[in-house]
């Protein structure tokens, strides 16, 4: 049977009956966004998703000759025409995916839902795609955020959207080389579930973790929150499946290989364009003794992005190190909730003293940035890496905050998209931006991402909101990550004033020298940047691979180029 899509919110992140953001335990909350947004919570009308039944959802074009043949590869019981499973599918979860979803403005919804059962199937469903010329587009969870699941507007042939939901089992586990073959369907909790209860851990832990899955994370070039130890999911993969129109292409699991271009690395990151990924060999790990998330307070960004590159250069190997802006910090800090118990409130008074402490040492409060880095190992391997630690945060100004904090971010690391969810029914925009630079450079991009948001927010007339953490560290550099805020304006486009802040942001990227994106792949949201970061003969060369693995353009088709 097909998988149940029906718990899935079509209008929003995650799961439905999921409760949304709650903000009334938290009392820092509320004159955080009024100082910042301009937005008064307790006042904002609050205009939540319409019900679907109000929606015009456009009715599938397959022909009865498409769906039998569909019907035949399937079967019947696993090909759906049901409206709301096609709109949970007709696009991800970007800012401008759910503005067009909660108003109705579907365009091109997929005319069938597909899941098949395995890998003979998959690639039965691109030879007919090939032979009847339907598009096809596959789909993992539906997290994408840079438009990856979404067929041309003007698209006219059949779409149809191949969920591989029921392919979702770890094959065979290897545990002498430490690989795992494992079905491209699997969510990462089901996924880390399986390896745990062999005392195993892939360590691939995305925002997106809970809904998303390892198909998904290879087509998109995904990084996780601990790659800094197990590496993006490229380092990852050391073999796949992928099946095409014509055949599977299968890539073994080897080490390393010198068999000309990689075409494993031409698949990562492909998006669909080349076909499907069905399996994936990946590298698996035992899972850690300990685990140990310690925060760090440093008085200014600029000293904690330099501890973060000597930590880097150092003999310790976190499985993540992260530093919050000031921006971040007073958002962090104002979703506390509020002390209810007398071992919380004395908590609570001793933070107080702790900064009443740091004003008469000279900090600036308003500039502290929060840090936290995760160790794991042995409990001597940990304390030897968190004594190096210590010793560089105190080298570089900053202080030791403990392990409590670390452990309620640890707790909460995946909350943060029911945010946007809430501040859409506030007509809020809260949406994120990620790159990667060398070290010499992150500074003067964060500087300057700010301002370019700045003026951004200046030419919409809106007063908004930029923050930025620093994470997923490498030997030459490191990822930031933006996220921006802004409340749209009553009688403005809404599209537009989201178009004008996010491209303020791309474009400082690659005029910075950074990246266009560091993990949330290309889709068409980062499309039009794509010359100005691989240069135009780069962008050829892309080109003539997906023209030549799909002259027909049946695979996916107007994701990452042109």
């Known amino acids: 049977m097909a998988p149940d899509v029906k718990h899935q919110k079509w209008w929003g992140w995650g799961a439905d009956g999921v409760p949304e953001f709650n903000y009334a335990n938290k009392p820092a909350f509320a004159p955080f966004v009024k100082e910042n947004l301009g937005l008064d919570l307790a006042n904002a009308p609050v205009v939540g998703p319409p019900s679907l039944d109000e929606l015009n959802v456009p009715e599938s074009r397959a022909s009865e000759d498409d769906l039998a043949g569909l ?50 199937e998959t690639r039965a469903l691109l ?56 079905q491209a369907g699997i969510l990462g909790p089901d996924l880390e579930g399986a390896l745990a209860a062999r005392g195993l851990t892939m360590g691939h832990v995305p925002d997106s973790f809970t809904y998303s ?41 080897l080490p390393s290989t010198s068999t000309g271009p990689s075409v494993r690395e031409m698949i990562i990151g492909s998006e669909g364009r080349l076909g499907i990924v069905t399996e994936v060999t990946i590298q698996v790990h035992p899972l850690p003794e300990h685990r140990d998330v310690i925060a760090y307070m440093f008085p200014t960004w600029d000293k904690a992005l330099l501890c973060m590159h000597a930590v880097a250069r150092s003999e310790a190997h976190p499985t993540f190190t992260r530093i919050s802006d000031a921006a971040e910090t007073s958002f962090s800090l104002s979703t506390q909730k509020a002390p209810t118990t007398t071992l919380k409130k004395a908590s609570a008074f001793g933070q107080e003293k702790l900064w009443d402490f740091l004003r008469l040492r000279g900090w600036d409060t308003d500039q502290m940035c929060l840090s936290y880095v995760c160790y794991e190992g042995s409990a001597k391997h940990n304390a030897r890496e968190k004594k190096i630690g210590k010793d560089l945060v105190a080298k570089h100004g900053g202080i030791v905050l403990g392990g409590s904090p670390g452990a309620l971010y640890d707790q909460k690391k995946f909350d943060t998209p029911y945010l946007r969810d809430f501040l859409l029914d506030r007509r809020t925009i809260g949406d994120v931006s990620e790159t990667a630079a060398p070290w010499s450079k992150l500074a003067a991009v964060h500087r300057r991402v700010r301002e ?91 080109a003539g691979l997906f023209h030549a693995a799909d002259p027909g353009a049946n695979l996916n088709p107007g994701k990452v180029i042109d």
């Open 71 to 120: 019907r035949a590869i399937v079967g019947e019981e696993n090909v759906e025409l049901d409206d709301e499973a096609r709109i949970v599918h007709w696009a991800g979860r970007s800012v401008r995916d759910l503005l067009r979803t909660r108003r109705g403005d579907f365009t091109r919804v997929p005319d069938a839902v597909v899941y098949p059962g395995d890998e003979e």
């Open 452 to 542: 370019a948001a700045g003026r951004a927010f200046d030419q919409i007339g809106r007063q908004g909101f930029i923050m930025c953490h620093m994470s997923h560290s490498y030997h030459a550099g490191a990822c930031l990550y933006f996220t921006f805020a802004f409340v749209l304006g009553e009688d403005a486009d809404d599209l537009a004033q989201y178009d004008a802040v996010k491209s303020a942001i791309q474009q400082c990227f690659i005029d910075c020298g950074a990246t266009l994106s560091h993990h949330h792949g290309v889709g068409t949201e980062h499309k039009p940047w794509m010359a100005q970061d691989l240069s135009e003969p780069g962008v050829d060369l892309m």
């Open 213 to 253: 899955t390892l198909g998904g994370w290879v087509a998109t070039r995904s990084s996780g929150m601990q790659s800094d130890r197990y590496g993006d999911i490229a380092d990852i993969v050391k073999g796949l499946r992928l099946a095409r129109p014509g055949g599977v292409v299968a890539l073994r699991d």
């Open 127 to 182: 030879a007919a795609a090939s032979e009847r010329n339907w598009v096809v587009i596959p789909f993992g969870g539906g997290t994408s955020i840079s438009g990856s699941l979404n067929a041309p507007d003007a698209e006219e042939r059949t779409v149809v959207t191949v969920d591989l939901g029921r392919m979702n089992r770890v094959l065979e586990v290897d545990e002498h080389s430490m690989l795992a073959r494992v």
